[in-house]
């Protein structure tokens, strides 16, 4: 069973910087697409930013040119660099992967944007 596992969240101040990181118990270059979500409070989850294993990105227009997707396959792990973030930037932030025929979710992080 493949896992995910995501860190990095934490309090930042508006116009701050965080990096998310998506460790997977996989070699990342098995994994066809994954993905970065987030769910504001109160509010449905969201698509982040898309990776395919052939190396296109696609990002959502509310972080477009903020957000920045990029992996490291010796330590199977996708990040999230994430810049100029704003208040309604806060959401618990998720990894997902498709798997074969499976779709793997982690837990989640906090992320939080506030003076």
């Known amino acids: 069973q493949v896992q995910l596992v995501e860190s990095g969240g934490g309090l930042v101040q508006p116009g701050g910087s965080l990096k998310l990181s998506c460790a997977a118990s996989?070699?990342?270059?098995?994994?066809?697409?994954m993905n970065w979500y987030r769910q504001p409070p109160g509010q449905e989850r969201e698509l982040v930013a898309s990776r395919a294993s052939v190396g296109r990105i696609v990002y959502s227009d509310s972080v477009k040119g903020r957000f920045t997707v990029s992996r490291d396959t010796a330590k199977n792990t996708l990040y999230l660099e994430m810049n100029n973030l704003q208040p309604e930037d806060t959401a618990v932030y998720y990894c997902?992967?498709?798997?074969?025929?499976?779709?793997?979710w982690g837990r989640g992080t906090q992320v939080t944007v506030s003076s």
């Open positions: 996989t070699n990342i270059d098995e994994i066809y697409l």
């Open positions: 997902n992967a498709h798997i074969l025929q499976q779709i793997v």
